[in-house]
Nanobody
Framework: QVQLVESGGGLVQPGGSLRLSCVVA????????MGWYRQVPGKQRELVAS???????NYPDSVKGRFTISRDNAKNTVYLQINSLKPEDTAVYYC??????????WGQGTQVTVSL
């Protein structure tokens, strides 16, 4: 069973930065677009950044210019750099494949809390 292990979250003040990491077991991410998602209680999980196997990236307008996704295929790791954090970025952040047809079970995620 593929494991996705997210880390790097924490409590930060508005305007701060965090770098999230997602270690993917084996070759799960190889050749596939990967994404970072976030979820707040009572709301659906939303895709906030994606990266293709070739390195192409995409972001929704709500995070464009503040979020940067990257991947290190040699380390089977996907990163999310978050700058200029806002209180509305508070959520649990997860990584997984972008395609809904061959995702792994969701990991535990990493909590990001933006507050004074």
């Amino acid at each position: 069973q593929v494991q996705l292990v997210e880390s790097g979250g924490g409590l930060v003040q508005p305007g701060g930065s965090l770098r999230l990491s997602c270690v993917v077991a084996g070759s799960f991410s190889s050749g596939y677009a990967m994404g970072w998602y976030r979820q707040v209680p009572g709301k659906q999980r939303e895709l906030v950044a994606s990266i293709t196997s070739g390195g192409g990236t995409n972001y929704p307008d709500s995070v464009k210019g503040r979020f940067t996704i990257s991947r290190d295929n040699a380390k089977n790791t996907v990163y999310l750099q978050i700058n200029s954090l806002k209180p509305e970025d508070t959520a649990v952040y997860y990584c997984n494949r972008v395609s809904p047809f061959n995702r792994a079970a969701w990991g535990q995620g990493t909590q990001v809390t933006v507050s004074l």
